[in-house]
């Protein structure tokens, strides 16, 4: 695929001073969070298969030289090694995104992330090319982690900037947050249908493929979208003017360091939450409840659908209260939350198991809604791909990887369900101190 030469990827240095109104004219706020939504949908999808597979697929097809546990365990650590890419993702995505343009970003993560799942879906396996196999799967998931740690900066900044006047600045970028439950719709639903069409022999040999390979149709209709789209006009305001950063991942952490620390102070909180409102249910229901695998899957199908229409709500809200009104609002609730959630499930009844994640899902929108614009605010704008980048993507590291692990070995290590209940405080608590220090224009 290559890009319209009539939509220059990087603005041109003649843009004059009348480029800003004519970019805005030209692709209106709207546009660009629709183009924004789509590729970002596919890099949550993207994730979210890889995730599904790593567990139930790759540890036969990619590992079968070691025991079933060890297997195991080696295709989850291929798929770890995209929270260690995206930080590098972030870093050079965001220099480009801050050097070359936010639409260049924008343009590029999809193509490689798109291609990268898609290559996923035609890999030989261990028995046709030994250990090449696995060693080309992880180079793979590698470059989805590498392109993702580039999107959500890329993807945040176009609707952060386009919305010139500042009053939908949080609703437009909560349409970026939503892509995550939607890519988990996605990601479950093109799964289970190969699993109800196919037999086992043939979903282990084909039928996996297909959720990787399908995902070219997500690429198609956001490189559409998205290579049609102008550049941000705050962009091309300071391209004009000269103003960019020459060394912006420099810069960022030599002046704004204090910036990135709260970013991630914001975003790790919020990952420990969405991990025990959301994941955690697919270990805990099953193994501790005895209940059935089944009713931990519809809660989290349940509670991603509410998600869809919770998002854009707080998104909305953070605009007409503000976005630390919103995140504070999100804290109290979630720490309230994170103790009834407990004991509701215990209930051991499916329909309030259901009940226990939809409300926890509704408690994480409102810490996640408001992200895209928050983040991106604390930042001036010569930096702002970089830092905003850096801060998310840093946070998936110290926050979303590392709960599942802390919370497995709370309840083992105490056999309570109240410890993580206070882990989870610790992160909401950390949430509403970079809130409060964070200086932001709302």
């Known amino acids: ?90 870093a050079i995505f965001g220099t480009l995104g801050d050097r070359l343009g936010r639409r260049f970003v924008l343009v590029t993560t999809l193509l490689m992330m798109g291609g990268s799942t898609f290559l996923i879906g035609l890999l030989p396996t261990y028995s046709q090319i030994g250990m090449m196999a696995p060693l080309l799967l992880a180079l793979l998931r590698f470059t989805q982690g590498f ?93 004009h003017t000269q103003q960019k950063a020459d060394a912006p991942f420099i810069e960022t952490i030599r002046d704004h360091w204090r910036q990135v620390l709260l970013a991630i102070g914001v975003r790790a909180g919020e990952g420990v939450i969405w991990y025990v409102f959301s994941l955690l249910l697919l270990v805990y229901v099953p193994t501790r409840l005895g209940l059935p695998r089944q009713v931990a899957l519809n809660a989290v199908l349940w509670g991603a659908g509410v998600g869809v229409l919770a998002i854009p709500m707080f998104g909305a809200l953070s605009d007409r209260f503000g976005r630390k009104q919103t995140l504070l609002f999100g804290v109290a609730i979630s720490i309230v939350w994170s103790f009834g959630y407990f004991w509701m499930l215990d209930t051991r009844d499916p329909t309030l198991v259901i009940w226990a994640s939809v409300i926890g899902m509704v408690c994480q929108a409102a810490l996640w809604a408001p992200l895209a614009a928050f983040i991106p605010e604390m930042f001036e704008t010569k930096v702002r ?29 105490f056999d309570n369900p109240l410890y993580i209940s206070i882990y989870c405080t610790a992160g909401l608590l950390l949430i509403a101190l970079c809130v409060i220090k964070a200086k932001v224009a709302r």
């Open 1 to 90: 695929m290559t890009v319209s030469s009539s939509v220059p990827i990087a603005p041109a240095h003649a843009a004059g001073a009348g480029t800003h109104g004519a970019a805005a004219r030209k692709t209106g706020a709207a546009r660009v969070a629709a183009a924004s939504l789509v590729g970002t949908t596919l890099e949550f999808y993207d994730h979210f298969i890889f995730g599904t597979a790593a567990a139930l697929i790759f540890p036969k097809i990619f590992f079968p030289q070691s025991d079933p546990f060890m297997a195991t365990i080696l295709s989850l650590l291929s798929y770890g090694i995209a929270f260690v890419a995206r930080p590098v993702g972030a």
């Open 147 to 239: 392109a993702l740690g580039g999107e959500w900066g890329g993807a945040a900044l176009m609707v952060n900037e386009f919305d010139t006047t500042g009053r939908r600045k949080g609703f437009y970028g909560s349409l970026i947050q939503v892509a995550s439950p939607i890519g988990v719709l996605l990601a479950n639903g093109v799964f289970g249908f190969m699993n109800v069409i196919t037999d086992d022999a043939s979903f282990m040999q084909w039928g996996w493929r297909v959720p990787f390979l399908v995902s070219i149709l997500l690429v198609g209709v956001g490189y559409f979208i998205r290579r049609n789209i102008s550049e941000s006009p705050v962009f091309q305001s300071i391209e």
């Open 385 to 413: 791909c970089t830092g905003a980048s850096l801060g998310f993507q840093l946070a998936g590291v110290f926050g979303g990887a590392l709960a599942p692990s802390i919370c497995l070995w709370l309840l083992d290590r």
